[in-house]
């Protein structure tokens, strides 16, 4: 085992900086985002007048602004699910092999710096640049609703919806973790992004199919034994969990619907003492999708440590 | 020059799968030197370079820069060495300015010197005037210069630099040999590979040839040469009043001496100018001029490889 002398994150606040200013400028980032908050309105837009038509009085109004959709417009959480992942890919996609495209790596990594610190500078400056632009969704959000429903977001909603942010920017980090990871280990920018896209496309659009497939494969139901039937569920589920959509699914059902109480079937014991359909605490919401967040966090990691060893060892001839 | 290695490579190797990129050599360089590494391509210079650099883990042998190990304390040896690639790139989005601030900032340069000293490697590269323009409207020799200006700015013990001079046209050549020159005087240890010969010829002190991954020759350009020529140093002298072909023949080394228009031409088995000169001056001759015969780099290279190839 080395030691090694120096911290080894000398320099990420140089290179985030230098990445975010890169993003922020940069015509891919102002496209993607154009999208987003195109979309964003339009969402919102729809929401707000459904949310005239249909709901009088609600102590939950804010959070409607996320997720009640109209027809044919999905709603804004839905939207955002579907388009962050894209963000996020599009930020990291070229992140290490366009280091190696440019002939600017081996510059690069001559400074007193190591190669951790190009990894993470990257990662967080990608990070950064997603969270600005999710805060300034989130007071666009807060704008229009102010705006247009007249009145502004409690306390609660306040939490939620920054709770809610922050699990966002967590399932938009596993995305980014990905497409870093990607372009680590493929030399070439256009199959690192597809390779990437190819992989939001499975987890996104077919694991819907894939996973009840899979769950019939490995858990058969025995028509005389109902509770195969549960154990079908169930692997059905955890392999549906695999997905960090599905995941972040589930965190925004629960962060932002305050009567929502499980993401799976509910059992009579979850719902004794309890009055159906009541709100529950902000706290209780965020302790069921606890598991779901780390989940996230962890499959980030994992992915950044994919990252980490195929680029530690990389030769650095250009 | 000191006697000790800044550089000191021992059974270095490299082998890409089955095949053997670097066959273990030895490299020992003394502070201040500047040596030049040549050989045909894919001979192992690069290859060389980056082991030196971290850049690539070596399969075989050791490495010390300035008496660390690049792989265990990268920090402290790539503080004190810059590096210019073969191919060197920049972010073309960027002006040069913002470039060699970027890499400032990575080097820790203290902010408070910065701008200063970016605006005084610029002025010595001759970019001051373009700065501001974004890299990607650069020649190819002005992002040469450009990489220049960054080892400059970094004020590194030790210097290495991978064919600089490629695609440079002869006055750009020449500037960045002064550069290098200047860069020398001031104290940096360089280690430059190179094809072009008439180059290495005018700035190194010694070079090291690579052949098929190992170091075939490594020493100043008149060793080469009388390696070579069989070990012969050829010695002009002009003196009046005596008889040199009597008089060399009792320095000890001297093979042979020939009169030819006018001055003599003395060949010996090393340097032996000291003696000759105090033979000529104690027998009461009047020395005008002593010479060693300059070895043309480009002869010897030639010669040496037509001689490993046979
Ligand atoms: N990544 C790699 N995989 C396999 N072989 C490699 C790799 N990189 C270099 N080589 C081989 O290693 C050998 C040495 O290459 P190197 O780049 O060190 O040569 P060089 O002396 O710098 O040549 P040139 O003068 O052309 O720059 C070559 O035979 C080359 O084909
Ligand atoms: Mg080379």
Redesign the interface.
Same mark, same amino acid.
């Given at each position: 085992m080395m030691v090694r002398e120096g911290s080894p994150f000398r320099g990420v606040g140089v290179i985030a900086l230098k990445e975010a200013a890169d993003h922020l400028t940069s015509a891919r980032m102002h496209l993607i985002m154009g999208l987003v908050l195109l979309t964003a309105i339009g969402a919102v837009y729809g929401a707000i007048g459904r949310i005239k038509d249909t709901t009088a009085e609600d102590a939950y109004l804010f959070l409607k602004l996320f997720t009640v959709a109209r027809e044919p417009l999905p709603s804004f959480a839905a939207f955002l699910g579907f388009l962050l992942p894209l963000v996020a890919i599009a930020l990291g996609f070229d992140a290490i092999n366009g280091e190696y495209n440019r002939r600017t790596m081996s510059r690069l990594l001559a400074q007193p710096i190591y190669r951790d610190a190009v990894l993470f500078g990257k990662f967080l400056g990608a990070l950064l640049v997603i969270a600005i632009a999710l805060l300034t969704l989130w007071l666009l959000m807060t704008g229009l609703g102010i705006l247009f429903l007249g009145l502004p977001p409690t306390a609660a909603d306040v939490v939620r919806s920054l709770a809610y942010l922050a699990a966002t920017l967590a399932c938009a980090g596993v995305w980014l973790a990905l497409a870093i990871a990607f372009s680590a280990v493929i030399r070439s920018p256009a199959t690192s992004a597809l390779a990437a896209l190819s992989v939001w496309l499975i987890l996104t659009v077919f694991w819907g199919m894939i996973a009840p497939l899979l769950a019939g494969l490995i858990a058969p139901i025995d028509p005389l034994d109902p509770s195969t039937v549960l154990a079908q569920f169930e692997a059905q589920q955890s392999i549906a969990r695999l997905s960090p959509q599905t995941l972040y699914a589930e965190i925004t059902a629960i962060l932002l619907d305050p009567a929502a109480r499980s993401v799976g079937p509910l059992f009579m014991s979850q719902l004794q003492g309890s009055l159906y359909g009541a709100p529950l605490p902000t706290m209780e919401s965020a302790l069921i999708v606890w598991p779901q967040l780390s989940a996230l966090v962890a499959a980030m990691i994992l992915l950044f440590t994919v990252a980490y060893v195929a680029f530690q060892r990389q030769e650095v001839r250009a | 020059m000191s006697d000790e290695f800044v550089i000191e490579a021992r059974g270095l190797a490299k082998q890409y799968g089955p095949h053997v990129a670097v066959d273990g050599i030895d490299l020992q360089v003394r502070a201040g030197e500047v040596i030049g590494l040549l050989g045909p391509n894919g001979a192992g210079k690069?290859t060389t370079i /980056?082991m030196l =650099?971290g /850049?690539?883990?070596a399969t075989r042998g050791s490495i010390l820069i300035l008496g660390k190990d690049p /792989?265990?304390? +990268? =920090?402290?040896v790539? $503080?004190d060495?810059? @590096?210019l +690639?073969d191919?060197?790139?920049? @972010?073309?989005?960027m002006t040069g300015r913002e470039n060699l601030t970027?890499?400032a $900032? /990575? %080097? %820790?340069i203290p902010r408070g010197v910065v701008g200063e000293r970016i605006n005084s490697v610029l002025a010595s590269v001759h970019l001051l005037e373009v700065a501001d323009r974004p890299v990607a409207t650069y020649s190819r020799g002005m992002r040469q210069r450009l990489?220049i200006a960054?080892l400059l700015m970094r004020q590194c013990r030790i210097a290495i630099l991978d064919e600089p001079t490629s695609g440079l046209d002869p006055q750009s050549t020449q500037e960045l040999l002064d550069l290098i020159q200047k860069l020398s005087r001031g104290g940096m240890t360089i280690l430059l590979s190179s094809h072009m010969l008439d180059v290495v010829q005018t700035v190194c002190h010694r070079i090291a040839l690579f052949n098929k991954g190992r170091i075939g020759f490594f020493g100043t350009i008149e060793e080469l040469a009388a390696k070579i020529g069989g070990g012969t140093y050829v010695i002009d002298v002009e003196a009046e009043g005596i008889d040199l072909s009597a008089l060399a023949a009792t320095v000890d080394g001297v093979k042979n001496v020939m009169a030819v228009n006018g001055h003599w031409q003395c060949e010996a088995v090393r340097d032996v100018r000291p003696q000759l000169a105090q033979r000529i001056v104690a027998a009461g001759g009047a020395l005008r001029n002593l010479d060693l015969r300059r070895a043309r780099l480009d002869e010897a290279y030639g010669r040496y490889f037509r001689e490993v190839h046979q």
């Open positions: - | 690069t /980056l =650099l /850049l690539t883990e /792989l265990r304390r +990268p =920090l402290e790539k $503080r060495v810059g @590096y +690639p191919s060197v790139g920049f @972010y073309e989005t970027y890499m $900032r /990575l %080097a %820790a990489g960054e």
